[in-house]
C-alpha cells in the first residue's frame, strides 16, 4: 500500500516561498502521477498541480502557473511543489495524491492515495 507524507508547510508572508515535499513508502512512485491539491476552511477540495509518471505532462491551475513548479525526484520517492510569490489566497492544507495509474487528472476521485496534508499559511 502506497503511503504519501507531506512536509514543508508553513507560516510566510506575502510575497514568501515554501517548497512542499511528498514522500512516498510502501512502494515506488516511478509509476504513479501526482497531484497536488488544496482545501481552505469552507471550501471544497482543489487541483493545485499534478506531473506525470514520465513527467512529460505537468498541469497547473491558474491560480498556481507562473508561481509553482512540479517536480518529482524518482530516487528519492519524492515529489516537490515549489512555491513562489505566494498570496493569503494560497493559504490551505496541501496534500499530495498519487492514482494508480501513471496520467494527471484535476480531479479528486481519480487519485487512490493521499498524504494527511500539510498546513501553508499566509499572511498578509
Known amino acids: 500500500q502506497l503511503q504519501l507524507v507531506e512536509s514543508g508547510g508553513g507560516l510566510v508572508h506575502t510575497g514568501g516561498s515554501l517548497m512542499l515535499s511528498c514522500a512516498a513508502s510502501g512502494g515506488t512512485l516511478d509509476y504513479h502521477a501526482i497531484g497536488w491539491f488544496r482545501q481552505a476552511p469552507g471550501k471544497e477540495r482543489e487541483g493545485v498541480s499534478c506531473?506525470?509518471?514520465?513527467?512529460?505532462?505537468?498541469y497547473y491551475a491558474d491560480s498556481a502557473k507562473g508561481r509553482f513548479t512540479i517536480s518529482r525526484d524518482n530516487a528519492k520517492n519524492t515529489v516537490y511543489l515549489q512555491m513562489n510569490n505566494l498570496k493569503p489566497e494560497d493559504t490551505a492544507v496541501y496534500y499530495c495524491?498519487?492514482?494508480?495509474?501513471?496520467?494527471?487528472?484535476?480531479?479528486?476521485?481519480?487519485?487512490?492515495?493521499w498524504g494527511q496534508g500539510t498546513q501553508v499559511t499566509v499572511s498578509s
Open positions: 506531473i506525470s509518471a514520465t513527467e512529460i505532462i505537468t
Open positions: 495524491a498519487a492514482p494508480k495509474g501513471t496520467s494527471c487528472a484535476q480531479w479528486v476521485w481519480w487519485y487512490d492515495y
